[in-house]
C-alpha cells in the first residue's frame, strides 16, 4: 500500500507559477504543490501539531463536512481533539504512527490504519514515535434519526478489508468499503476508491451526495462538472452536490483515493 503525504517546505523563488488549483462552483482542486507551510494552521488543544484544512463548511465550498490533514511531530498530542457535541470523525494514517486512545483503550494506528470516532466519543490523539505522524481528519455533525441508534466507535485498517469490485468490471474499480452501506445509523462513508491502470467511471456520476476526494496513489484523469482535469497522488478535489464526476484511471501503479460522501439521510426541507 502507498499513501501520499504532504511534507510542506517552500518552492524554490526562481521557479514559475504553473501550478493548478482552482475554485469553481461546481468543484475545488487543491494540488500537492498548495499544502507548504505557510498555509498550514495551529489547532487548540494539539501540542506540536500543525493541520492543512481542505475543506470547511462555508459559502462556496464543503455545506456537511470539514477535512484536515494533521501532522502531530514527535511527543506531540491532543486530549481533546474533538471540542464540539454531536460531532463524528474518521481518521486515517499515512505515515507514521499515531497513538489513538478510546474511551480508555489504547491502539497504534500505522499508515493504512482507520478509526471511526462516534459522536460523543472520549479520545485522545499522541505521537509516541521518534518521527512525525500524519493523517486525514474528517469530522461531521451527526444527523440523529429518532428510532435509529448513533453507531460505535470502531478500529480498522485499509490492509485487513478485501475491496469490494463494482459490477461487470472484473475488479478494475473497487472500493474498501470500512462501514455497510446498508446500516443507517451511518449518515457518512469514508472509503477507499480504487482504480486499475485503464479503469473508469463510464459515466458522469450525478449525485446528492458531496464528496471530499484526496488521492492517496497513483494518476488519472478526472472529470469535474464540464472539466477533463489531470491529477495525481497528493491532489484533493471537493466535489459539491451534483458535480457530474467520471475519471479514466492511467499509470503503471492502481490510482487510489480516500472518499468522504454524506449519505443515508431523508433531503431537510424546513
Not at 498548495?34 to 498550514?40: E, F, K, N, S, Y
Not at 484544512?53 to 477535512?67: D, E, H
Not at 456520476?205 to 489531470?230: C, F, I, P, S
Amino acid at each position: 500500500m502507498s499513501y501520499h503525504t504532504p511534507r510542506g517546505g517552500l518552492p524554490s523563488q526562481t521557479e514559475l507559477l504553473t501550478d493548478r488549483a482552482v475554485v469553481k462552483q461546481a468543484y475545488t482542486f487543491i494540488p500537492k504543490g498548495v499544502l507548504r507551510d505557510i498555509v498550514t494552521s495551529r489547532l487548540p488543544g494539539f501540542a506540536d501539531t500543525r493541520a492543512w484544512i481542505l475543506a470547511r463548511p462555508i459559502a462556496g465550498s464543503a455545506t456537511t463536512f470539514a477535512q484536515l490533514i494533521v501532522e502531530i511531530s514527535p511527543g506531540g498530542s491532543a486530549d481533546t481533539p474533538e471540542r464540539e457535541s454531536g460531532v463524528e470523525g474518521v481518521v486515517f494514517v499515512t505515515d507514521g504512527a499515531l497513538t489513538l486512545t478510546i474511551s480508555g483503550e489504547r491502539h497504534v494506528l500505522e499508515a493504512g490504519g482507520y478509526a471511526f470516532l462516534a459522536p460523543g466519543a472520549e479520545w485522545t490523539l499522541a505521537n509516541r514515535s521518534d518521527r512525525p505522524v500524519t493523517f486525514h481528519w474528517i469530522r461531521k455533525a451527526y444527523e440523529v434519526v429518532e428510532g435509529v441508534a448513533a453507531p460505535t466507535s470502531f478500529v480498522s485498517r485499509d490492509q485487513d478489508v478485501q475491496p469490494q469490485p463494482m459490477p461487470g468490471t472484473d475488479g478494475a474499480w473497487a472500493t474498501t468499503r470500512f462501514v455497510d452501506p446498508d446500516d443507517l445509523s451511518h449518515d457518512m462513508h469514508v472509503n477507499i476508491v480504487t482504480f486499475q491502470p485503464g479503469g473508469v467511471i463510464p459515466f458522469a456520476e450525478t449525485h446528492v451526495m458531496e464528496h471530499g476526494l484526496y488521492v492517496l496513489q497513483g494518476k488519472a484523469v478526472y472529470r469535474l462538472n464540464d472539466d477533463w482535469v489531470e491529477c495525481e497522488a497528493g491532489d484533493y478535489m471537493l466535489l459539491r452536490a451534483f458535480c457530474p464526476q467520471a475519471c479514466y484511471a492511467g499509470g503503471p501503479e492502481p490510482f487510489r483515493y480516500l472518499l468522504y460522501k454524506d449519505v443515508n439521510r431523508q433531503i431537510r426541507l424546513i
